[in-house]
């Protein structure tokens, strides 16, 4: 990001604010990048750690009764345009801004996405994110011991129960943060792609079990998501998945940087066929300090897949007698697709014995 003398990019979303400062807090933080000097605002709350947290900021504590504070950097840094982040403030914050800015500096939303800036990870986010998919594939292998004990012990299972397990294993793990709320399903539950843990569901021989979890490590996030069988699967079961992981392997082969993200799409449209009515999502997402991030793979994307990209691939087929849904993590290269996830996928080997 290059900026004239007289202008500074205002970052005020949690991520972006992490990303340049390495301070994660709810509120009462915000920065200020201008050309020579970067500035970090804090209230009493949170001004002395923020000051120790984030190297090359100059530490400015706020006040929400007398904003001084504000004009006077705008005076003695000369700063005449503030670019703040059209996805991230709120009218009402942007109208503040503007009031206590009014004379000095004129605010514009920023032409640059950061978004799309923070999509390309570095060799120490890749760390993180390695770090968050290994701890989750873990997990899921404590997950299936548990559901083996509860299809041929005696141990009842429900999928709350599981819901509350990964939890648990995470705290283990020392990561007390999900990267969100696990979806747990059995049977005809795994037809509904964000089925709530039911606590009155258990699980019984001869369902299907839908895991999707993710944890976060150092605040970089991880998901990942697989279908195990409780019995040999049925020929309608088998013939769906089957389907589900050519198409997702359909997709794995096309991606590489410069490739358009919707592409990814039409591949798996291609081998879903008249069943793409019943493929009710998103292809896949960026993953990175949000579960969520740049680029989207929907049919209707408009991104382009870049160098260093994390990103999900997760098709799925739901049903009314249940459904299939299967995730990969991996690395946008610039010739192919860099697969992060270990955990297998094969049909015989997502049948729980």
């Known amino acids: ?47 002395r750690g923020a000051a120790r947290i984030a190297h090359g900021f100059i530490p400015i504590a706020t006040d929400k009764t007398d904003f001084s504070w504000w ?88 999928e709350y129960d599981l819901s509350c397990a990964i939890h648990h294993q995470a705290f283990l ?18 037809g509904i792609p964000h089925h709530q843990p039911a606590r009155t569901r258990q699980l019984k021989k001869g369902d299907m079990i839908l895991l999707d979890l993710g944890v976060k490590y150092h605040n970089y996030c991880s998901d990942l998501t697989r279908v195990f069988f409780t019995a040999s699967p049925t020929s309608r079961q088998a013939e769906v998945y089957q389907k589900v992981l050519l198409a997702q392997e359909a997709a794995l082969k096309k991606i590489k940087a410069g490739v358009k993200a919707s592409s ?9 066929g008249t069943q793409i ?19 989207s793979l929907k049919l209707e994307s408009r991104d382009q897949l870049s160098n260093a990209q994390v990103i999900t691939v997760e098709p799925g087929l739901y049903f009314s007698w249940g459904g ?8 946008v290269r610039e010739n192919s697709a860099q697969n992060l996830t270990k955990w297998p996928k094969e049909l015989e080997q997502v049948v729980i014995k």
């Open 1 to 47: 990001m290059i900026f004239k003398s007289s202008e500074a990019l205002l970052i005020t979303s949690r991520p972006n604010i992490y990303h340049f400062s390495k301070i994660d807090v709810s509120g009462g933080v915000f920065l200020l990048l201008a050309k020579q000097k970067k500035f970090v605002f804090a209230d009493a709350r949170f001004i």
């Open 71 to 158: 004009r006077q950097l705008l005076k003695r840094q000369e700063i005449k345009t503030v670019f703040f982040e059209p996805f991230d403030l709120t009218y009402y914050q942007l109208q503040k801004f503007r009031k206590i800015s009014r004379g000095l500096a004129e605010l514009k939303p920023t032409k640059v996405d950061l978004r799309v800036l923070r999509s390309q990870k570095s060799q120490t986010e890749l760390a993180k994110i390695k770090k968050a998919l290994s701890a989750t594939e873990e997990i899921v292998g404590e997950i299936v011991k548990i559901c083996r004990a509860g299809v041929f012990g005696k141990r009842k299972v429900s």
């Open 173 to 190: 793990r020392g990561l007390p943060h999900l990267a969100f709320a696990p979806i747990v399903a059995f049977g005809k539950n795994t």
């Open 264 to 272: 990814l799409y039409d591949e798996v449209n291609k081998i879903f």
């Open 277 to 295: 009515a019943h493929f009710t999502h998103g292809l896949g997402h960026g993953v990175g300090l949000e579960i969520h991030e740049h680029p």
């Open 324 to 331: 299939v849904r299967i995730e990969d993590m991996v690395v």
